[in-house]
T-cell receptor
Framework: AQSVAQPEDQVNVAEGNPLTVKCTYSVSGNPYLFWYVQYPNRGLQFLLKYITGDNLVKGSYGFEAEFNKSQTSFHLKKPSALVSDSALYFC???????????FGAGTTVTVRA | EAGVVQSPRYKIIEKKQPVAFWCNPISGHNTLYWYLQNLGQGPELLIRYENEEAVDDSQLPKDRFSAERLKGVDSTLKIQPAELGDSAVYLC????????????FGPGTRLTVL
């Protein structure tokens, strides 16, 4: 069975500081990894994905994520956080060749001015 | 490009009543998903359609939940009768054909069962 762990329920950072949201996964075979962001009363918005290739993936709004196969991790990062980055972030995984997408429980990010 | 459209956005009903949710996917997306999102949790897949065929409904509680995707475009998810524990957000998503693309989500329908 595949699964995603987001070990931090909440992450608090000051505006301008780097932001990291952690994600580890478990899946059979090669993983396809995704990050989504959810603002209040909104659906999930796609940020970035890793399918294959370069381990460092760049996405929307200045976010990036690094795929680490040996540590089965896909941490989301942003060098300089903005107050507008405050939201709920979900990591998701599916196995290559399968459609089933499994989500983590989410991490609430709060960026203070 | 228009996104995934869902209606209604909010629904409040009493237990044992029926309820239906509607989804219009992004034009050209063959694959449509319905997810359940409980408070404080990530979405969980209920059913996946490829065109008009439900290819994965293993997580759909078939005693009270049903879904259809007539003509392979719009989809409706129904609950009859609703229970208190069904209070949640119901998300619809779509994706183009293939295994690589990401899924695009609608805004969801927040259901409250009293």
């Amino acid at each position: 069975a595949q699964s995603v762990a987001q070990p931090e329920d909440q992450v608090n950072v000051a505006e301008g500081n780097p932001l990291t949201v952690k994600c580890t996964y478990s899946v059979s075979g090669n993983p396809y990894l995704f990050w989504y962001v959810q603002y209040p009363n909104r659906g999930l918005q796609f940020l970035l994905k890793y399918i294959t290739g370069d381990n460092l993936v760049k996405g929307s709004y200045g976010f990036e994520a690094e795929f680490n196969k040996s540590q089965t991790s896909f941490h989301l990062k942003k060098p300089s956080a903005l107050v507008s980055d405050s939201a709920l972030y979900f990591c998701a995984v599916r196995a290559a060749g399968d459609y089933k997408l499994s989500f983590g429980a989410g991490t609430t990010v709060t960026v203070r001015a | 490009e228009a996104g995934v459209v869902q209606s209604p956005r909010y629904k409040i009903i009493e237990k044992k009543q029926p309820v239906a949710f509607w989804c219009n996917p992004i034009s050209g997306h063959n694959t449509l998903y319905w997810y359940l999102q409980n408070l404080g949790q990530g979405p969980e897949l209920l059913i996946r359609y490829e065109n008009e065929e439900a290819v994965d409904d293993s997580q759909l509680p078939k005693d009270r939940f049903s879904a259809e995707r007539l003509k392979g475009v719009d989809s409706t998810l129904k609950i009859q009768p609703a229970e208190l524990g069904d209070s949640a957000v119901y998300l619809c998503a779509s994706s183009p054909r293939g295994l690589g693309p990401e899924q695009f989500f609608g805004p969801g329908t927040r259901l409250t069962v009293l």
